[in-house]
């Protein structure tokens, strides 16, 4: 009997054994697909799609972290990813000059905001303050202009200075700078510690704003076509799955910020629906164009992909 129970408990552990390695052949058989990102809110449906591919035996993502755009934008334009979560402005950018990327899906719906100090009364009252922005190459310098717009100013009728997303509201704290727009959650941050409050939505200036988009290179595109595919439609999935508990949960896990920041900044921004759109695109190209962020933006054909 007790040889029995012990070749029973051998044949048990073989099987198992068999099991496991039959997993690992199944993971190590995935392809990979490294994307790019920055620990914002914008970068969440990347992020969720990372966390609902790990154990898939078809796909997986791995995710590189960066610190900047600038690095982060290196490494997409050299290719040592094959893609990224990125400001879309700074991926048209890359685009006109020869980069072989497309952008495939929005990284995020809404989600910036237009912090100002405190004793800022109004929009008119920006006029020789100090608007720090991120990049030039950003859809935060477009909603600073369009703010400037509606309440009758240009660029010209205040001081434009980029700074890194991180300094903003101890700079808007100490008073150096007069308010900000910048990926989330930096702008609830300055809400949190009561150094500014927000002017505008994005919403109220620009209706289906384009800020963030996910991107591709073609290299990956042309030689992972099925990856590719399974992999935006993954992204999108995920996307429609960031519910408020969701998208707070992968955030406290990537973004090491405070929960009344997320709570504040996850207010402003949605994940559904990802798809850009033509319209989107060329309101977006044309506004890029019309604030002289570029004059020969690329076209939409050339380099938004849709078709999967």
């Not at 030039?136 to 434009?160: E, W």
């Not at 999108?236 to 406290?252: F, Y």
């Not at 402003?268 to 570029?294: C, F, H, M, P, R």
Request: charged share 25%; net charge negative; with cysteine.
């Amino acid at each position: 009997m007790k040889k029995y129970l012990l070749l029973t408990s051998l044949l048990i552990i073989s099987l198992f054994a068999l099991v496991g390695c039959g997993s690992a052949k199944a993971s190590e058989s995935a392809e990979t697909v490294k994307i790019a990102y920055l620990p914002i809110t914008h970068s969440l449906a990347a992020l969720e799609e990372a966390e609902e591919l790990a154990n898939n035996d078809k796909v997986r993502v791995e995710l590189v972290k960066y610190g900047s755009w600038p690095e982060l934008l290196d490494a997409l334009n050299s290719g040592q990813v094959d893609g990224a979560s990125v400001l879309i402005e700074l991926a048209m950018k890359s685009k006109a000059e020869g980069v072989g990327i497309k952008a495939v899906a929005l990284g995020h719906k809404d989600g910036n905001v237009i912090i100002v100090s405190n004793d800022v009364k109004d929009g008119a009252d920006l006029k020789g303050r100090t608007i720090a922005i991120p990049h030039r190459q950003s859809s935060h310098n477009i909603l600073v202009n369009d703010a400037l717009a509606k309440d009758g100013l240009t660029i010209d009728d205040i001081n434009v200075v980029e700074l890194a997303p991180t300094e903003m509201p101890s700079a808007l704290a100490a008073g150096t700078i007069d308010g900000y727009c910048v990926a989330e959650p930096f702008g609830a941050m300055g809400v949190s510690i009561g150094a500014g409050k927000v002017l505008y939505t994005s919403e109220e200036l620009w209706e289906d704003s384009v800020c963030c988009a996910l991107v591709l290179t073609d290299d990956f595109i042309d030689n992972h076509a099925d990856t590719a595919k399974a992999f935006v439609e993954g992204y999108k999935t995920a996307g429609n799955n960031l519910d408020a508990d969701t998208a707070k949960a992968v955030a406290q896990k990537y973004l090491n910020q405070k929960d009344d920041v997320l709570d504040i900044s996850l207010k402003w921004i949605s994940y559904d629906d990802l798809t850009i759109t033509e319209d989107q695109y060329n309101e977006l190209a044309e506004k890029v164009k019309s604030y002289g962020l570029s004059d020969n933006p690329p076209a939409y054909a050339d380099f938004v992909k849709s078709d999967f």
